[in-house]
């Protein structure tokens, strides 16, 4: 995305489409990465982010977005065949969700009411056990994501690479009051 006209075009289309699956290319899962990626990138971009009124805007597209994803008129991709999140390949890609997920495959889109009830799915009793739920050495995932990094001794204005674009611990809470209580931690 190089030009605004392009971005507000491909911003819009967020709202109508929910999500296909596909193995070729994560970003166009998760669509809004792949559009705000290299403005965001760009020194002018970052700059642009930081405004409080652009982000107003965007948060109102991602409210939009999320209330699309919410509905009913987001489900048509929770479907078997190409791009269907139900399809063979990827049930394939998402490991043990047959056997880890409640779902009900004599129903439409195998019960699920909408993009976002699919992504939230519920475990199976018993699925995914914590072997020791109350240990604070252990880190435990809310998503289906691994650590991909651990840093020591954080400074307000470290570094941090989160797909593909750089942030500062005061970035990432966005210079609140209480990034100080962050700094020196782990």
């Known amino acids: 995305v190089r030009d605004y006209m392009t971005m507000l075009r491909l911003l819009n289309s967020l709202l109508r489409d929910a999500p ?30 930081y405004l409080p009124g652009v982000n107003e805007h965007i948060r109102n597209i991602l409210n939009e977005r999320g209330r699309f994803l919410s509905s009913p008129a987001s489900a048509h991709v929770l479907r078997d065949g190409p791009g269907g999140w139900l399809s063979a390949d990827a049930i394939h890609a998402m490991g043990g969700f047959v056997n880890e997920f409640i779902h009900d495959q ?53 570094l941090f690479w989160i797909k593909e674009s750089a942030y ?18 782990t």
């Open 106 to 158: 004599s129903k439409p889109h195998w019960g699920f009411t909408s993009w976002d009830d699919f992504f939230t799915r519920r475990f199976k009793a018993g699925a995914r056990p914590l072997p020791t739920p109350y240990d604070a050495n252990i880190i435990t995932n809310p998503c289906e994501a691994g650590v991909y990094n651990i840093a020591h001794n954080v400074l307000k204005n470290d």
């Open 168 to 185: 500062s611990l005061a970035d990432m809470l966005a210079n609140h009051e209480f990034v100080p209580q962050f700094v020196g931690g």
């Open 20 to 49: 296909v699956f596909t193995t070729k290319h994560a970003s166009l899962a998760f669509p809004i990465n792949a559009i705000l990626q290299w403005p965001m990138g760009t020194p002018a971009g970052k700059a642009l982010f």
